[in-house]
């Protein structure tokens, strides 16, 4: 035992070996030209330790990377060597150790494994008569990862965890890259924010490598922040509302216009989400805090965000019309194989085929390889009509997985724990509606979203249903 009360994850002769294989491998480091990574033996014990005893922790981090994706990789030599990745295969190692080893068994229960796993198999299926291989390998191997961070969050978020630690580990690492966004885009920092030095429009990106991903980020931890606004205690209320403001502020400072739109229909969910506060004795104050709001944003927004935004219906614009060239191609190519698709992730390939035909981007501004821009659009071409039949089951048994969890605690008197699965359902929601106008199928609060939607109905009480009475 440690003295925190952990068990450790290993024997004490294990450990031992461990500890002499350490040791020696810290001193051939030393003799060596690499005698700074002498640490580095003793640093990653310490760390996979940690993890055995609280592998939590590494899920936490796992989380809080999500919206500082251009910063997670560990090494300019190998790319796709990132910190998620890393703990990843750690924490699979431990889960491992447990099951194999101290013959625990993992908390995996979940309704959706049925249609995920059939999306799989139809996406295999796809992959063998697929032409682009290497595309729909590449895809595949995507999808197993996804399907690996789905189940870690099934087994690691505890009920403790989902009430408490885990939205604030989203929303404070959401709001950090906002800050950071705010930063660069005042202090023309780029790294922080894009076309700093350029002619093109200055963006903030905070830690995130694009825009639109960016903000996608951002408006995921709103309904959360808005839940702390609400039901917090002390401090969180204050500085959720701070946050709140911060987030919309870096919202702005993206100039995205997916962004915007989706911001718009954020606000919607919003006011449905919460309708119990619009009774007389609120309107007041809701017009009041709405009315500031509205002001302050008219002070803080650059004129170019209003005009940026104004090009959302010009057809003349090169990223507007072009959509319409993305549904053009994805219905050629759905047409072409509709039932398993073209294989997983070859939307790029069927662009790059009508590009070299000369059905679209003619001219100097053609680029052979574009996602379609739509997640939905992408499924579609990818695995056909029966990939995005049960990646449709699967969102919608997540959304009636909150739905019903949130019924239950309110029929119990849990305001603040429904309007926690709430929070988490809306946020959901604004991932989904932004997925038509961005192609990104593994962006983690999709995965970790339906995870949360299982964990919601666990953690819920069972309620008794009473016999009727004549």
Request: proline share 5%.
């Amino acid at each position: 035992m440690t003295s925190g009360g952990y068990s450790l994850p290993i024997a004490q002769p294990l450990l031992m070996g461990l500890l002499v294989l350490v040791g020696g491998s810290a001193a051939l480091l030393l003799c060596t030209p690499y005698y700074l990574l002498a640490p580095v033996p003793a640093l990653a014990l310490l760390v996979v330790l940690l993890l055995g005893c609280k592998p939590q922790l590494g899920f936490y981090l796992m989380l809080f990377s999500i919206p500082i994706d251009q910063y997670r990789t560990l090494s300019a030599t190998f790319p796709s060597l990132t910190l998620t990745k890393v703990l990843g295969i750690l924490l699979v190692a431990i889960l491992c150790f447990r099951v194999v080893v101290q013959r625990q068994r993992l908390p995996l229960k979940s309704k959706l494994w049925a249609p995920l796993g059939l999306f799989l198999v139809v996406n295999l299926l796809a992959f063998l008569f697929t032409r682009y291989p290497e595309t729909a390998m590449n895809e595949l191997r995507q999808i197993v990862t996804a399907l690996v961070f789905f189940a870690l969050a099934l087994v690691l978020i505890r009920r403790q965890d989902f009430f408490g630690a885990v939205p604030k580990v989203i929303v404070l690492s959401i709001s950090l890259g906002a800050l950071l966004s705010l930063y660069g885009y005042v202090f023309n920092d780029p790294l922080f924010a894009v076309h700093v030095d350029a002619g093109s429009l200055k963006r903030g990106v905070g830690a995130s490598n694009d825009p639109n991903l960016f903000s996608l980020s951002l408006l995921f931890a709103m309904p959360l922040l808005l839940h702390y606004a609400l039901h917090g205690r002390g401090l969180w209320r204050l500085l959720a509302v701070a946050l709140f403001g911060l987030n919309a502020l870096a919202l702005v400072l993206t100039f995205s216009r997916g962004g915007a739109l989706n911001f718009a229909v954020l606000l919607a969910l919003l006011f449905w989400e919460h309708r119990k506060y619009l009774r007389p004795r609120y309107i007041g104050l809701l017009a009041s805090t709405v009315m500031a709001a509205a002001m302050i944003t008219l002070l803080l927004t650059p004129a170019a965000y209003w005009e940026r935004q104004r090009t959302v219906t010009d057809t003349s614009d090169s990223s507007i019309s072009r959509r319409m060239d993305y549904i053009v191609v994805a219905w050629d190519a759905f047409r072409d194989h509709p039932l398993l698709g073209s294989g997983p992730g070859t939307f790029i390939d069927c662009w790059g085929e009508a590009v070299v035909a000369g059905k679209v981007e003619k001219g100097e501004s053609r680029n052979y390889r574009r996602p379609a821009h739509n997640t939905y659009l992408e499924v579609l071409v990818g695995s056909g009509v029966l990939g995005l039949g049960f990646y449709l089951l699967v969102v919608l048994w997540a959304l009636q997985a909150f739905v019903r969890s949130q019924g239950v605690l309110l029929r119990e008197g849990d305001e603040s724990g429904a309007s926690l699965v709430g929070a988490f359902k809306v946020a959901f929601l604004s991932v989904l509606f932004y997925f038509l106008i961005l192609s990104a199928f593994y962006h983690k609060f999709f995965w970790v979203s339906l995870a949360l939607s299982q964990l919601a109905l666990h953690f819920t009480p069972r309620v008794e249903v009473e016999p009727c009475r004549a």
